[in-house]
């Protein structure tokens, strides 16, 4: 299974607590993610993560082009809604690929859970 994990500042730390209790999962999966989140989430779990740029500098982007490509089975997004996004247009756009392919994408706690508890059941 080939993921991209990616979170905004206000929810890295979501996303390392997620990782920590799906990692049997995330260690049989390719992962992506954007640069900063890619980083942490090495650190905090040595879990092998192909990383691009950073979402403000085209991460969101390069992620979108490999899922309209095909090379992407499912996206965990954990987006901050309260605090503004300088590329809210990319993250919208990365999105609305999701959609348009079919792709499941999580943007919450919650959702991750249920389509990572899934996909550990597959």
Request: negative net charge; charged residues 20%.
């Amino acid at each position: 299974m080939r993921l991209a994990l990616i979170a905004h500042d206000g929810k890295k730390d979501a996303m390392i607590a997620l990782a920590a209790d799906f990692l049997p999962l995330l260690g049989r999966c390719r992962l992506i993610a954007t640069g900063t989140t890619g980083t942490r989430l090495a650190e905090a779990h040595g879990l092998t993560i192909e990383r691009m740029l950073s979402g403000p500098l085209g991460g969101d982007l390069q992620i979108g082009a490999r899922l309209a490509v095909g090379e992407l089975d499912g996206v965990i997004f954990l987006r901050d809604p309260m605090t503004p996004q300088p590329h809210e247009p990319d993250i919208n756009a990365l999105v609305r690929a999701c959609d348009v392919h079919d792709v499941p994408c999580a943007t919450n706690v919650n959702t991750a859970r249920l389509l990572l508890a899934r996909w550990s059941e597959a």
